[in-house]
Structure formats: structure tokens, C-alpha cells
């Protein structure tokens, strides 16, 4: 009977101390489910737009604003292309924190994962000059196909330890899933089959007048079937069109203005379209840009009436250049036939993909071939066979058909026509006047897939050290940094400025000690990861009433048994006491909720007294410090599963008197 009654207190005393289960968070998955995260199922999650682009979530009980918000949206156009680690953009985000009302940057830090590129950041501000609360934001911006992704916290700083450990791991949850993602960037599309000519003309109360803005649709699988219309959708009259590699069509004004024009965009997709930032140069007196191609990268290319001008615009960046300013067939030994002041215009192009561009002479559609790289135009003319008629040749268009078979087309007069370069024979397709053609499947690449870059070999902490209150730099603190284990360490030295720059190998860990008389000494850790990080050291000044956790202070399981990895902050703390004789402080133990409140008490009450003798039996007087054990009274965060649960388990010490 002994026994089994032994056996039952046994049991119940396990089961009284015995974890409580850890509450499994909730799962946040966007409608595609292309992406998710984790909340803890004491927060609330609101969705703010019916599309799910932004959606909140923030602790059931908070009274203040306290939320973390998951934002999505497109990049605008100068930035779909672009890179977020590229250049110095990084710099200038960086910038715009610490320019901040006293910024103080916690991390911040960047990654390039292959199909992703990240920042993360964690900094805090005063948002209102001279106001008494300050903000902190921690949070990660991500830039994936065109589109940027901001999982961001924001609250109050005095709020930090209820939910800033929540909040942190809701943020590092965020991942996407092996969904499709569906890229806005030019490099990612794949040109399609289908084919464009701009026409020229139109059926209008029984007569045909100029046109010039329609735009016909043709099937690459029967070009001799009638075309799709897009009907007046260009908002000027053009000659020149191109189609990029995002499967919309671009074109330009064929005003002879002599000033630059902007191109014009138009999705056949969506039917809509809008001017972009490109401008092309002042084409010449008495010139019109006269038509447009698109080379092997996705570049477009457009050429002036006199072929003496030809400029490509990469989407990728926007960027456009003059590719040439006199018209290489000049060197030609034909060119006299083709080039004197009454000849048609042989501005007309397309282009392969082996560098050639075949160009046509308007009046007898003669094709002229040139050299993109070197310029060099080839030694004579190409007639064809099977033109019916002299005058109205206006465009070229290399086209794979539906079996895959390379195509030329001609925009001939009231016709379009196919062309048989080795038999160098004209053959015509269909009716119809086109002033010019344009497609890119001969180009069509599938998309590459993503490859992780390599990390940087090298790793880099810059920062400042901070009064932690006024954000004043203390450029005559000292840092010091030491491997775990090992013997020695290093000083880092700070500006005039508090500024300073430590380079690491990836893979080290540091344990980094700060300290400024009249401030409290500061302990941390640095885990090296290959390339660039920022994180500023703060400091906070010794004031009566102030309260500093004992950082890595720690015992053995459910006893008062310090660990050995607890004595450098202890040392620390005796060092303090010993620099600043008038120094009494108040030590403070906390538990978690886990067991009976009473015996917690107990348990950091025992606990205190363990670290008041360490620091008495290294000649800092008993009067000195005091100690309370509050047990689970005063929580710093949730005690709803471990990973916040540990945070309540510490030790501290409040200033009494200086």
C-alpha cells in the first residue's frame, strides 16, 4: 500500500511539473497557395483587400495598435525588371532608416536565395519629434517576379516584451510553397506563336481611307484565315512595330516630328495599353521611324526611313541605345542603285537569330542583307522571284510556323507573301496591306531554371554603438569580440562617429561585450553569414529604477545550480558593481507558469539568492543587493508554447540607488 501510494504521488508530481502540449500555430495560405505562414492562434487575422493582397494580423488582446501585415503588390514598371540587391539600392533603404527621428537599426541584412531577393530589417524611431513613444518595425521585403512581398511588424517599443517574440517568429515563418509562381519580369515570358501586322488602311462608308492604328491578329497555324482585329487601339498612326518577348506589341508614332518619341505599349491580351518611359532620339529632318524587330535576347529594335538611324530598347532595364547612326549599307557596292533621292526606302527590316539582318528595298522587294555586330552588309542584293508588281514592299518578319519551320514574311502591296530564301521565291499568303509585321517565336526560349547564387565568401558586421534612450553615438565605448572557448579576443576599433566595420569568415560564431561607464554593459552574439550585415550596439545609461536582464544567465533544470556558461555575465555584472561603488541593485528571478505558482516563487527566490552569493563571494558587499522572487507573476511574453515560454525564465536586476 506504501508503495502504490508512493507510485501515485510520483505520477501526480510528474504530471503537475509535466509541459503542457504545445498549441500547434495557425496556418495563413494565400488563395493560390502560392505562399504562407504561421500565426499564433492567440492572434486574429483580418483580411483587409478582397483580393488578399494585404492582410493583418495582430494579438486578441492588444488594447494599442500592435499588428504584423502582409502586404503584396506589383513592382511599377522601372522596378519589375530591376534587382533589389543590385547597386546600392540596399544603401539607400538602409539610408532612409537611419535618417529616421533617432533610428536605431537592430539588423538588417540582405539574401539572395535564386528566385527570391530579400531584405530584412528590425529597427526602432521616434515617430513624432520630441513624443514620448517610440516605434519599432521589423520585417522582411521580398521582390519575386516582378512583385514585392513586405511581412512587417509594428508597435510601440514599450510593447516589446508581450509580443515581440510572437511577432518574430510569425515573420520568420513566411515561405513559399512549390506552387507556379507567375513572374511579371521580361526575362521570364515566352514569346508566343501568334503574329501582328499593323494595317495600313481601312473600309469606312464604302471607301478605303488611311489607317495605320489597326491592328490585325493573324493564326501562325493558317496565316490565309481571317485575322483577329484590333480595331484603332494605337492612339497615332504607325509604321513601326515590334513584339516583345512579354507578348505585347510596341510601336511608335510615324510623325515626321524630328523631336524623341515615347513607345507605346498595347497588350492584344488584355486589349489595353499606355505609353512607357522609353524615348527614342529625334529621328532626322524628313524621317519617320519606319519599322520595328525584336532580336534573339528580347531587345527591340527600331530604324529610321533612311536607315541611317537604329536603336534598341532592352525592356529589361529600359535603357536605350543608338546601334547606329549612318546606314551601314553605304559601304555596299549596290548602294548607289538603291540609295539615290528619289529611291524607295529600304528601312524596312527583320532580324534571325544569327546576327543577320535582312532588310528590303520598297520598290522591287529586293532583300539586303547586313551584320549586326560588325555592320558589314553582304556583297549583293537578294532578288526574288514571284512579286507581282514593283513599289509597296514594307516589312519583313522571320516566323516559325506551327510545324516549327523558319518562315520569312513579307508586307507586300495589297498582300502579304511568304518567302523561300534558299529558292529565293515569293509565294502570296493572303490580302491585305501592312505597313509593318511583327512576332518573336523564332526566339522563343524556355524560361532558365533558378539557380541559387553562390553566397559570398566573406561576412561583414558594420554599426554603431548608441545611447540606447537619446540615439547619440559613444565613440569612446569598448566592443570586443571572442571565439567561445578560445583564449584572448579582439578590441574593435570604433570612429569618432561610434561607427565601426568587423570582417568574418561564414560560419564563425562571436560573442561580442560592449561597454561605456555610466551605461549598462551589453552582451550578445554573432552568428556570421556570408555577406553584408548592419546591426547597431545600444547601450542604455544607468538611471535609478532601470531594469537589465541578465543575458545567458542560466541553471539546471528545476534547481538553483548555476550553469558554467552563466559566469561572463555575472563577471560582468561584479565588474559593473565593483567601477560603480554606490551601486545597489534589486535582483529579480522570474519562472514560466509551468507547476504550482507557489513553488515557482520559491524556485526563483532560490535562484536569486544563488547569484546574490556568486557576486558576495567576489567582494561585492551583501548590503549591496537585495533579491526578490516573483515566480510566474510578471511574464515578458506568451506562455502558450516554448518558444516564448523560455523567455519568462530569466534573471534581472533593477537599480535601487547610484
Known amino acids: 500500500m506504501k508503495v502504490l501510494l508512493t507510485l501515485v504521488l510520483m505520477f501526480w508530481q ?78 539607400s533603404v538602409l539610408r532612409r532608416i537611419r535618417q529616421l527621428p533617432l533610428a536605431q537599426v537592430l539588423n538588417f541584412e540582405r539574401q539572395d536565395a535564386g528566385r527570391y531577393e530579400e531584405l530584412r530589417y528590425d529597427y526602432i524611431y521616434r515617430p513624432v519629434a520630441n513624443g514620448p513613444s517610440r516605434l519599432h518595425v521589423a520585417g522582411r521585403q521580398i521582390w519575386r517576379g516582378g512583385y514585392e512581398l513586405r511581412v512587417e511588424y509594428r508597435a510601440e517599443s514599450s510593447l516589446d516584451n508581450r509580443y515581440l517574440a510572437e511577432a518574430r517568429a510569425l515573420i520568420a515563418s513566411f515561405g513559399f510553397t512549390d506552387a507556379p509562381w507567375p513572374s511579371r519580369r521580361y526575362l521570364d515570358q515566352v514569346c508566343d506563336n501568334k503574329m501582328y501586322g499593323i494595317s495600313a ?18 493564326s501562325v497555324a493558317d496565316p490565309t484565315s ?32 524630328d523631336a524623341s518619341e515615347r513607345v507605346y505599349r498595347y497588350n492584344p491580351a488584355t486589349r489595353q495599353g499606355q505609353y512607357t518611359g522609353w524615348q527614342l532620339p529625334a529621328q532626322g529632318p524628313e524621317n519617320v521611324w519606319i519599322s520595328g524587330a525584336t532580336d534573339d535576347h528580347g531587345d527591340l529594335y527600331f530604324m529610321t526611313s533612311d536607315a541611317n538611324q537604329l536603336v534598341k530598347v532592352s525592356p529589361f532595364d529600359g535603357k536605350v541605345t543608338v546601334v547606329w547612326a549612318t546606314d551601314p549599307l553605304r559601304k555596299a557596292p549596290y548602294y548607289p542603285f538603291i540609295g539615290f533621292a528619289s529611291a524607295g526606302t529600304h528601312g524596312n527590316f527583320c532580324l534571325d537569330d544569327a546576327d ?23 556583297p549583293a542584293t537578294m532578288p526574288l522571284t514571284g512579286l507581282p508588281v514593283r513599289g509597296g514592299y514594307s516589312d519583313l518578319l522571320m516566323q516559325n510556323d506551327a510545324a516549327g519551320r523558319r518562315r520569312m514574311y513579307m508586307a507586300g502591296p495589297h498582300a502579304l507573301y511568304q518567302v523561300d530564301l534558299a529558292k529565293r521565291q515569293a509565294s502570296r499568303v493572303r490580302g491585305g496591306t501592312y505597313t509593318d509585321l511583327a512576332g518573336c517565336n523564332l526566339f522563343k526560349v524556355e524560361p532558365k531554371a533558378e539557380v541559387v547564387p553562390t553566397p559570398p565568401a566573406t561576412a561583414t558586421w558594420q554599426g554603431r554603438v548608441l545611447d540606447a534612450i537619446t540615439a547619440k553615438p559613444l565613440p569612446e565605448a569598448q566592443l570586443r569580440l571572442e571565439v567561445p572557448n578560445t583564449e584572448g579576443g579582439t578590441a574593435v576599433l570604433l570612429s569618432t562617429q561610434g561607427t565601426f566595420t568587423y570582417s568574418s569568415v561564414p560560419g564563425r560564431t562571436y560573442e561580442y561585450h560592449t561597454q561605456h561607464r555610466g551605461y549598462f554593459p551589453t552582451d550578445s552574439t554573432w552568428l556570421v553569414t556570408p555577406g553584408p550585415l548592419v546591426r547597431d550596439i545600444l547601450l542604455r545609461p544607468l538611471t535609478v529604477g ?104 530569466r534573471v534581472e536586476f533593477k537599480i535601487v540607488s547610484l
Open 14 to 91: 510528474a504530471a503537475l511539473y509535466a509541459q503542457p502540449a504545445a498549441t500547434p500555430p495557425a496556418v495563413y495560405t494565400d488563395a493560390h497557395a502560392r505562399y504562407q505562414l504561421n500565426y499564433p492562434r492567440t492572434w486574429q487575422m483580418r483580411q483587409r483587400s478582397a483580393d488578399g493582397t494585404e492582410v493583418t494580423f495582430a494579438p486578441a488582446d492588444a488594447q494599442v495598435p500592435v499588428q504584423v501585415t502582409l502586404t503584396l503588390q506589383p513592382l511599377s514598371e522601372t522596378l519589375t525588371n530591376q534587382r533589389l540587391l543590385a547597386g546600392t539600392r540596399p544603401d
Open 201 to 218: 488602311l481601312r473600309f469606312t462608308n464604302g471607301q478605303w481611307e488611311d489607317d495605320c492604328r489597326t491592328i490585325h491578329e493573324f
Open 226 to 257: 481571317k485575322p483577329i482585329q484590333h480595331r484603332r487601339v494605337l492612339p497615332f498612326q504607325s509604321y513601326a512595330l515590334a513584339k516583345g518577348f512579354d507578348n505585347c506589341l510596341y510601336a511608335v508614332s510615324k510623325a515626321p516630328t
Open 356 to 378: 543577320t539582318m535582312y532588310m528590303v528595298y520598297s520598290t522591287d522587294g529586293s532583300l539586303l542583307k547586313v551584320n549586326i555586330k560588325t555592320r558589314q552588309p553582304a
Open 546 to 649: 532601470a531594469t537589465l536582464q541578465l543575458a545567458n544567465v542560466q541553471f539546471e533544470q528545476s534547481r538553483t545550480t548555476l550553469l558554467p556558461g552563466s559566469s561572463n555575465a555575472l563577471n560582468r555584472l561584479v565588474a559593473l558593481m565593483i567601477d560603480n561603488p554606490r551601486l545597489t541593485i534589486e535582483l529579480r528571478g522570474h519562472t514560466d507558469n509551468v507547476g504550482p505558482p507557489e513553488k515557482n516563487v520559491v524556485l526563483s527566490q532560490q535562484r536569486v539568492a544563488a547569484v546574490k552569493a556568486y557576486l558576495i563571494e567576489r567582494g561585492v558587499a551583501s548590503t549591496r543587493v537585495m533579491g526578490l522572487g516573483l515566480g510566474g507573476a510578471e511574464p515578458i511574453a506568451s506562455n502558450e508554447q516554448e518558444t516564448t515560454r523560455r523567455l519568462n525564465r
